[in-house]
């Protein structure tokens, strides 16, 4: 389900969803500029949810077995407890809905990072996680890496609150390579899971689209 | 996303879907005779998303430019009309569900197939079918193959509707082998996806935990 | 949010949904032969949810304290357990998923009514009832009521699995007076609910339309 | 659906939703401190949808005349177009997803008031509203109403974006009287809708238990 790419010079691996023919319609509705809003959040909801079902793949699971109904022992998985979601505002919202279709009860936290117009320089000016965060595998929320500032921001914050790099899990959609280098390098240890790496032209409006404020 | 598994003695391959971590946990859920029946259904309502995202990369799909809000071409896909789902009740509606919320407007026909109680014979009792189905792919549900007799009973309806082999794709949770080959053998043609494969024991009361009538 | 009508000659009310503003936009959309089926499903869903809602009203309730966050004690309400769903199919089926988003467990039993295309009579040729039905309240989903002889159908099944008719609510979108007076004539215990009482047009092709396969 | 309640001192009326049962019932699951966090949830997404639905009817609409399927014309409404969502962060964007079920392609802007921790004042540090507000009907989403403060900072953002007090409805679930009161004076031509009104004792952690950061 997921392919890994090794970037030239990182020393991690990002990881890519497979580009099977269904994700790769879902990408092709999202880049569309013809695509109608309703559309375009259904195609977005999809593709977000097939990248949150991949990241749950990478979190760390337990045997675990259990008694079917007919009697007999089923050697299964459970995931291990402590996993919450912390979503880099605003665009990063639009995938909080998929996370809770696939985690209904996971516990979610924000991060507003806001960009001076002038200056270009990222801030973080709002954040709310929940108490016991250091413990925690994090899933952090964000589709569209361009230069990769604001996630830098981000998980700035996360290592301040004592996340060690090894547990965040940065769930992305669009990528550009450099913007994802670029986080590979100031965070060898964290993993990155996208759906795409492009040279250049990323969907920089997905949020604004989402939510339709454009 | 998907293996294939060759059966000794079929000429075809049944699809099965990738065991990974998220996956088992799904599957282990659905087996534990202990799990309520909230939490039953949302593990259900998951891996039926799986196997309906999975499902839908083995229809045809074209290519498909599209011009970017930024003004570049991008070179996508989109998928070829003309699919329709079909489920066998009552468990098949199970995955009626799932398979909206992949294809909102999916057309969704339906057959019924009761089962004689002393004899065991299958039988088909009702049946409502999209009117141009015989030119349409059809996702036929079925969560649960165990003798394959149900499915054996739908799917020569839908062969009398003039609808070829090849247009079927049967989207299954939990079969059996000898279920899982007997209809590979009797349908050769058809597709066949599935999220596991037993030699005995599957949940054959996932449609009664699923609707809560057992 | 919920009027009372008493048809001239019944013995009992039929409860129509309040015509507010949001109800009669949806009633349009459903009953335009131009809208898209997307925006179709969209509607009634939200339709079938402000029904199911309303109808909750309608069943047994408690009182239940409960102790606030900050300490306080709050007289509040719980519903009494013991209902569950029963949908006569085909076009009832609609009503099953705005019925789950309200009542994320609540059993779901299943009827199937057949109409002879020559002589015009219904037959009952399948039912799936929880093992328990005599001894709870009965949601009774079905969406369009014209002669009314489809219901009287499924009611009599009920009946004969020894559920009172006053346990009987039947949630319903479209009604014309004849059918819905001929329910209430036969069934003078049972109550019914609707959002719409016509002299003669209802949407009659409302189950091909929500399940496209018209 | 909505009762109106005169406060003593106000020039305009505060909407409150009409206490049925089932309301009732929601309103006991979200102060019960003992509710777990996915039932709390399902409760929250029940209630913020009927309030949603009721302020629905709030907004303008016109007759639109449809031809049905039988060729009849069926006089009908349509909403008049021109509505958005604004959701005051956090805890308004629980009812973002209450929105978007019964507004599929409404535009939601978002505000972030933070109030500093020592001195108490409210103060805006984000906002991203739809481009065009002046000329929409603003749905202001905020749950938990205590002083107003909140709210206030808000509203006269909006105002200051030249949204005219008449265009905003806002929508609530739970209000002080004080709080509502001091709206209601601040704001005389502004709407406000809520599910309960009470001397004291509110569901002040109401988004922190939503998201899980408690």
Known sequence: MIDERKLDDCSNKIKVLQATNNVRELQTQIRDKTTARDRFVFAADRLIRLTVEA?????PYSEFKVVTPHGFTYEGLTHQPGNCGVSIMRSGEAMEKGLR??????????????????????????????????TRKVLLLYPIIKSGDTCVKAIEKLLENEVPQESILL????????????????????????????????????????????
Do not use: H, W
């Not at 009860?105 to 954040?127: F, H, P, Q, W």
């Open 55 to 59: 990241g749950l793949t990478l979190l």
């Open 171 to 214: 769930l992305n959609l669009f990528a550009t390579v450099e913007g994802a280098r670029c986080l590979s390098e100031q965070f060898p240890a964290m993993s990155i899971l996208t759906t795409e790496l492009s040279e250049t032209d990323i969907p920089t409006n997905f949020g604004r689209r989402y939510f339709g404020t454009d």
């Open 101 to 134: 279709e696939c985690c209904k009860s996971m516990r979610i936290g924000k991060i507003l990072v806001t960009t001076d117009e002038e200056t270009g320089v990222a801030n973080v000016c709002y954040l709310k996680f929940p108490a016991d965060i250091a």
